[in-house]
């Protein structure tokens, strides 16, 4: 009889981060180690592993001789970190609206165009998903692999709150017509113009995410 593989730390941590920036395990939701290691199947060690990971990347927050938790930044500190979200995400608007490729240009009007359909349904789980695709296709576009790297981990930690304001009413449609000042701008080089509307757009989604929680 095969033996399963052993689920590593790694998986487990991938596993979790899933279900954190998807918003199942919202922010504040307790972590137990002996719980998780029933769930998958595994000894503490593994799970103790991949909390430890999740901690070094800012998705939970972990104290000794207390019990894990999804991160739940304060109001200032996801204040600061929406600040700097919004400059890292206008650096990459402004440097894509002069280094994207031809292709790459007709690849994100693709994709904004594809969007629309996505709001005409009102699916909020896709349009998420394809949000993603969106702003990762402006990162890659900037040609920088540093500045990629950077804005990526700092959208890791966002994303939860970024996912969860979707769900405010009417906001698919409003996100999809600031991604469309964003494409005009990016598609006709527009480098100031990108940059700026790319920071109006993150402030807004600061808003409406704060409006959605404190509503």
Do not use: W
Not at 28 to 56: K, N, W
Not at 86 to 109: F, N, P, V
């Amino acid at each position: 009889m095969l033996k399963r593989p052993r689920t590593s730390a790694e998986d487990i941590r991938r596993q979790l981060a899933a279900r954190i920036i998807s918003g199942e395990l919202a922010p504040g939701t307790p972590l137990d180690e002996t719980g998780l290691a029933g769930e998958f199947a595994v000894s503490r060690t593994p799970i103790r592993e991949a909390l430890r990971l999740l901690a070094a990347s800012g998705l939970i927050d972990q104290k000794p001789h207390a019990r894990a938790l999804v991160a739940k930044p304060d109001d200032a500190t996801l204040a600061g970190m929406f600040e700097v979200m919004g400059y890292l995400e206008a650096i990459c608007a402004g440097l894509s609206a002069i280094a994207m490729s031809a292709a790459e240009r007709d690849a994100l009007d693709a994709l904004h165009i594809q969007m629309a359909a996505i709001v005409r349904e009102g699916d909020h789980a896709a349009y998420a998903d394809a949000n993603e695709a969106f702003h990762s296709a402006i990162y890659d576009g900037a040609h920088n692999a540093y500045l990629s790297e950077v804005t990526r981990s700092t959208r890791q930690r966002l994303q939860p709150f970024r996912r969860a304001q979707f769900k405010a009413l009417g906001r698919l449609s409003r996100s999809h017509a600031e991604h469309g000042v964003v494409v005009d701008a990016i598609l006709q080089g527009d480098r100031t113009g990108a940059e700026a509307a790319m920071r109006q757009h993150i402030a807004i989604v600061e808003g409406a995410y704060g409006e959605l929680s404190h509503g």
